[in-house]
């Protein structure tokens, strides 16, 4: 989903693409597997290793490994080490036999095309026009022609329309005749129009000639014009400035789908094993039905998970994804996708679901102008609530629903706008017979959570439909104040804003990881920091007990690509940035290269999150939550260890809960320091290998029924253990 700040600020804006994608190459490689176990607990992971070999009998260092279950895709896809290996740690939601294989696939060299636009231009909304001219000494005997645009685009060859294009889906190329190229100079010309947001273009275009293929891209050789030059489509303008470039094919505002130059369809969850190709042996694990273990919950104190349906092909496809999800870049039209989720809330002390529809009326008039992109989330709302029901039937304890709505503002059709998309919420949803008990009620009516940052529809005093409980929704309140309007948060910039109504807390947000108005990149902004942000959220709302305690966020895993944030300067980095920059919490990869980053934090901040929902549950505090809040995880481009260059190392920490005795931290084992009183110690590395370390930090004298581990799954210990928190770090001085 867009977050907050894009919602507000940048209506409609663009999605962007990870170039991690990878396909067979000619070569041949050999791969052999094992599973850690050969019968597993639904929705529990079971560990897959992979070692991989080229037809040479090397280690395929550097291969994309792709795991596959009952022949479809499912789970992170890993790159091969220095000695062809990679584990994968694989949930398996589908009681049954879970046949298992991985394929090896030896990665593309990054990709030359770029997408390109007018910089002035960028996210400006209207026309832009951009030539390219290229020479073909003995002509050409025909070509083809590959373009995606955001918004549309028509691309003319020697003055001659070739093609029209909408988006940048279904990609089918344009074969075109020998006459429309010339001898000599040729000129392409696109008049390319952004209908919202950020923008771009791509074209690949390849000329059958006598001394083989020539093929011209977009790239800076491209010129931009603004307004249309004379003479235009057909002759070649004079002045204007090169393009900026905007990321490559991977890498760009929006998904090509497909692209010549990449292959990442493999990537996505769901995706069928094609036939040969580089496949391992196969192994079996059998899935077994389990009880799953529900803690306690509180109807006076309900905890409210924020969670995205946005991952299909018309909107969001993991283009930018700041890491992998354990189950891999899925598909939101998956069935299992929506299982494992709800395994994962169930057992989390999760009680409602807030499905996130907020962009899906932006800038219409009617709910009946909705797009083809918003109409399939709605069918992913459906899935989504046809699984509670399924889980239901099954005799598991389900959380219940309800949606973020909006936006359109207090305009004229605003309201008419709102209205619609809760008529189809009421008619479709809440009333479905199928879904009887599953909608969440608040005051006693369905709940709607509708977002409106500028808090028009509150100061306009506009009624909404009086079927549902309303709650009006803004972000940042702690800077805003909207919350003295009566608001609730979407995610606040620095600690939670409580709203209150009737001298009772009614709504708080804790977050994973926040911002204000500058984005990611501003100093201010609050990252995961191991765990701290996150806590320091829960020692606000264990003093304020709200009503309705949303949990910011399971899942956006989207953001803007380099050169395409908001702002004047395209710098403002909102939705999410890096493994530590960003506000999501689903288990992902460890080790799996994302967008900016080379790996993500597995089941870290799974375990957290029910640490502390336990923690929230309980009359008075038993037991302990802590995490090291310094050293500072790595920088944007890094995996999440972070990278410590000298001997002597500051630690800080931060915790909620009971208050323990003392503190002990040992690295990989070995005592760095105990008896600690305080909240940082500053120790001694000599002695201590360069390399990646595990830090940890036990809480003496403490209690807790949940084990803050990386790698897994934590349900409620059987006996309390003493409190810790854990952070890679690695230890760097040879150069320095």
Not at 33 to 57: C, K, L, N
Request: with cysteine; net charge negative; glycine share 10%.
């Amino acid at each position: 989903m867009h977050h907050v700040l894009a919602r507000c600020r940048t209506a409609g804006l663009a999605m962007a693409i990870a170039s991690v994608g990878a396909q067979a190459a000619d070569g041949a490689a050999k791969v052999a597997i094992a599973a850690d176990s050969a019968s597993i607990g639904m929705g529990r992971p079971v560990a897959v290793t992979a070692v991989a070999h080229t037809a040479a009998g090397k280690p395929a260092a550097g291969w994309r490994l792709l795991p596959y279950v009952n022949g479809a895709r499912w789970g992170a896809h890993e790159t091969a080490d220095a000695e062809g290996r990679a584990t994968f740690l694989i949930p398996l939601p589908r009681p049954g036999t879970a046949r298992i294989c991985v394929t090896a696939r030896e990665p593309l060299p990054p990709p030359e095309d770029s997408w390109i636009w007018p910089t002035a231009l960028q996210g400006v909304v209207g026309p832009a026009y951009m030539q390219r001219v290229f020479g073909l000494p003995e002509g050409a005997q025909g070509g083809t022609l590959w373009v995606a645009v955001d918004d549309s685009a028509s691309v003319y060859l020697n003055g001659a329309k070739v093609a029209e294009k909408g988006g940048w889906h279904d990609n089918a190329p344009v074969t075109l005749g020998a006459a429309a190229f010339r001898r000599g100079e040729n000129l392409l010309s696109v008049e390319a129009n952004n209908g919202a947001g950020p923008c771009g273009l791509l074209v690949r275009l390849t000329a059958d000639t006598p001394q083989g293929q020539t093929v011209v891209i977009t790239n800076d050789q491209w010129r931009g014009f603004t307004p249309k030059p004379e003479g235009w489509p057909a002759a070649v303008a004079a002045g204007g400035e090169k393009v900026g470039l905007f990321g490559d094919s991977g890498s760009g505002v929006c998904t090509p789908d497909p692209w010549p130059t990449l292959g990442r369809n493999d990537l996505i969850a769901g995706t069928p094993l094609a036939p040969g190709g580089n496949r391992s042996n196969e192994v079996a694990v059998e899935v077994l039905k389990r009880p799953l273990q529900r803690p306690p919950t509180d109807p006076d104190h309900l905890i409210c998970v924020q969670w995205e349906e946005w991952f299909t092909p018309l909107n969001c496809y993991w283009q930018t994804a700041e890491a992998v999800p354990l189950l891999g870049f899925y598909d939101s039209s998956l069935r299992d996708v929506a299982r494992q989720h709800l395994i994962w809330f169930i057992e989390s002390g999760v009680d409602t679901i807030l499905a996130d529809w907020s962009n899906h009326i932006w800038n219409a008039k009617s709910w009946d102008e909705i797009g083809p992109g918003s109409r399939q989330l709605l069918a992913t709302s459906a899935l989504m609530m046809d699984e509670m029901a399924a889980l239901r039937e099954e005799g598991y304890p389900v959380p219940k629903m309800t949606f973020l709505g909006g936006i359109s503002y207090a305009r004229p059709e605003g309201p008419a706008a709102v209205n619609g998309e809760l008529k189809c919420i009421w008619d479709n949803y809440v009333s479905n017979p199928r879904y009887k008990g599953l909608w969440q009620d608040f005051d006693g009516k369905p709940l709607m959570e509708i977002l409106d940052c500028g808090a028009s529809y509150v100061k306009e005093k506009i009624t909404l439909d009086e079927r549902f409980t309303i709650r009006f929704v803004g972000a940042q309140q702690d800077v805003t104040k909207t919350n003295e309007l009566g608001l609730w948060s979407w995610m606040d910039s620095f600690h939670p804003a409580p709203t209150v109504v009737g001298g009772v807390v009614e709504a708080a947000t804790v977050s994973t990881g926040c911002f204000e108005g500058a984005g990611w990149l501003d100093p201010t902004a609050r990252g995961h920091r191991n765990g701290a942000t996150i806590i320091e959220d829960f020692a606000v709302v264990l003093r304020d007990r709200p009503r309705f305690l949303h949990l910011h966020q399971f899942n956006e895993f989207a953001g803007q690509p380099e050169g395409s944030g908001v702002g004047p300067n395209h710098a403002v980095y909102v939705d999410t940035y890096s493994a530590d920059l960003n506000d999501d919490f689903e288990p992902t990869s460890l080790t799996a290269p994302a967008y900016r980053s080379r790996g993500g934090w597995g089941y870290y901040y799974l375990n957290l999150v029910r640490a502390l929902v336990d923690l929230y549950r309980q009359p008075q505090a038993e037991t302990t939550v802590v995490a090291i809040s310094a050293p500072a995880p790595a920088a944007p481009g890094h995996d999440i260890a972070t990278e410590v260059k000298g001997d002597r190392l500051a630690v800080k920490w931060v915790y909620a809960g009971r208050r323990p005795q003392a503190w002990t931290l040992t690295l990989d084992g070995k005592v760095l320091a105990k008896s600690v009183t305080g909240d940082s110690v500053t120790v001694d590395l000599r002695g201590c290998d360069d390399g990646r370390h595990m830090l940890r930090l036990t809480a003496e004298g403490s209690a807790a029924r949940y084990r803050l581990s990386w790698t897994e799954d934590s349900l409620p210990l059987a006996a309390p253990e003493p409190a810790y928190a854990e952070a890679p770090i690695r230890i760097n001085r040879t150069l320095h």
